[in-house]
């Protein structure tokens, strides 16, 4: 084992990191089977089913960057999955809709994230499983807190 993989291993960041792109794999695996990707599956999830849901609050809840978000939507449109509805008294609000299509693949992509889920909880016991989520609970705490320190430092530095 090398240096870098022996700082890695002992890194909690490289193990999120790491175990993060091993799920999006298998998942962008099983996306394309049905010629879409794991940001267009998971633009599907966050959509509210009958109504739409406003094209603003779709990044933050996946942590994805507007840019990026534009252009999945843009792809999404193409495709047939979603259409744009203007808010009737606030013409400025856009909604993001699923068509029927894209409700058919919202309902593959959420058996995807069940069965993965489903898998995660036979094999973890449910005390570990507990202990994990106070951690990365606490891990998102951590992130926030260094970010405002980050903030802090950036808006002392001359």
């Given at each position: 084992m090398d240096d870098f993989?022996?700082?890695?291993?002992?890194?909690v960041l490289h193990k999120i990191r790491s175990a993060w792109h091993e799920i999006a794999r298998v998942y962008n695996e099983m996306a394309s089977e049905y010629g879409i990707t794991l940001s267009m599956g998971f633009v599907l999830l966050t959509l509210h089913e009958e109504s739409g849901t406003p094209v603003t609050k779709i990044a933050p809840r996946m942590g994805m960057e507007p840019n990026s978000l534009s252009r999945t939507l843009k792809k999404m449109e193409d495709m047939g999955m979603v259409t744009r509805r203007k808010d009737h008294?606030?013409?400025r609000k856009v909604y993001?809709?699923?068509t029927e299509y894209g409700q058919q693949m919202r309902k593959i992509a959420l058996k995807a994230v069940y069965?993965?889920?489903?898998a995660i909880i036979e094999d973890v016991p449910q005390k570990k499983?507990?202990?994990f989520f106070e951690v990365i609970n606490q891990v998102s705490g951590s992130v926030e807190k260094f970010q405002e320190q980050i903030r802090t430092e950036l808006s002392?530095?001359?």
């Open positions: 993989t022996k700082l890695a291993e002992e890194v008294v606030d013409k993001i809709c699923p069965k993965l889920n489903d499983l507990d202990a002392e530095s001359p």
